[in-house]
């Protein structure tokens, strides 16, 4: 039996992020560090009002790697087979380790 999976996961895995926006390039800040799962793409903080009604995900960078906090990603999947490290006391989830693997 096989888990299933959240049609946004791909999403998340295959968008780029740390990017800057397009509709916002003359603005500061303007760095896509933000997922949002209704609409499975990535924005920057500028794009944020537009979907304030929408669920959204921070993506942060490690060691040039895309991550989220594993408290945020646990409130939406089951994340028993994530590999999680342990940085400065908090801990951060790899996504681009895809869970189910």
Request: proline share 4%; aromatic share 8%.
């Amino acid at each position: 039996m096989g888990m299933r999976v959240p049609g946004w996961v791909g999403g998340l895995v295959e968008e780029s992020f740390f990017v800057g926006c397009e509709a916002h390039e003359s603005r500061r800040k303007n760095e896509k560090n933000i997922f949002c799962l209704a609409c499975c793409t990535s924005i920057c903080p500028h794009c944020g009002p537009a979907h304030r009604h929408h669920p959204l995900l921070q993506v942060r960078r490690y060691v040039y790697n895309d991550v989220v906090r594993l408290g945020d990603l646990e409130k939406l999947i089951d994340c028993s087979y994530v590999q999680v490290i342990n940085l400065i006391t908090r801990y951060i989830c790899v996504v681009l380790l895809i869970y189910l693997s």
